[in-house]
């Protein structure tokens, strides 16, 4: 009776646990395109936009009809084009912030690299003095060098400061204008 009641009882584990087939990657990221769909709205592409042909000009270039203005004097007539997005007190917008913050970088950069370049020029001319054994070398050609390379140096630093002052001045001419502090980055 046991057996009986056990072989049931493994006919029917049987029976309930089949195999499931999972669903494919495929599957899923088809449903959520059709799910993405059914949420979307209309989506504009290029192809839905209508061309815009270029006006072809009637008059010849350079002959201006009765009552119209030449091209240049329409452009002079026209205030300059204010930015579209938003400025400063003074009107300059993030592109005029931007731009002297990445010249005031690069001036920084150029400026330590050009005291890197002298300082590499100090020690090599260092090297120089105690390696060489001539007097005449040591005493009268490479002091005068050496000299000449520490006034570059010390040059180049003051101009590694100006440059960072530069930047400096900068954050605080945007700070006092109320420009955006991302501005500056």
């Known amino acids: 009776m046991k057996t009986l009641l056990g072989m049931v009882l493994f006919a029917e584990l049987f029976l309930i646990a089949r195999p499931v087939p999972a669903q494919s990657v495929a599957d899923l990221a088809r449903r ?3 799910r993405r769909k059914e949420l ?3 989506v504009y592409t290029n192809l839905d936009l209508p061309t815009a042909t270029a006006p072809t000009p009637a008059t010849p270039a350079g002959e201006v009809k009765a009552g119209e203005a030449k091209p240049d004097e ?4 026209q205030p300059a084009a204010r930015p579209a997005g938003p400025t400063d007190n003074k ?3 993030e ?4 731009s002297a913050f990445q010249a005031a970088r690069d001036a920084v950069k150029s400026a330590e690299d050009d005291a890197r370049i002298a300082e590499l020029k100090v020690n090599d001319l260092n090297k120089q003095l105690m390696t060489q054994t001539g007097l005449y070398n040591r005493e009268y050609r490479l002091a005068g060098d050496i ?6 140096l010390d040059q180049s630093r003051l101009n590694v400061g100006r440059a960072k002052q530069k930047i400096a001045d ?14 500056a980055s």
């Open 170 to 183: 900068l954050e605080e001419e945007l700070r006092r204008s109320n420009g955006l502090p991302g501005w």
């Open 40 to 42: 979307a709205g209309k």
């Open 91 to 93: 009107g300059r917008d």
């Open 32 to 34: 959520e395109r059709e």
């Open 95 to 98: 592109k005029y912030w931007r």
């Open 74 to 77: 329409v452009s002079a007539q």
């Open 147 to 152: 000299e000449a390379a520490k006034t570059a």
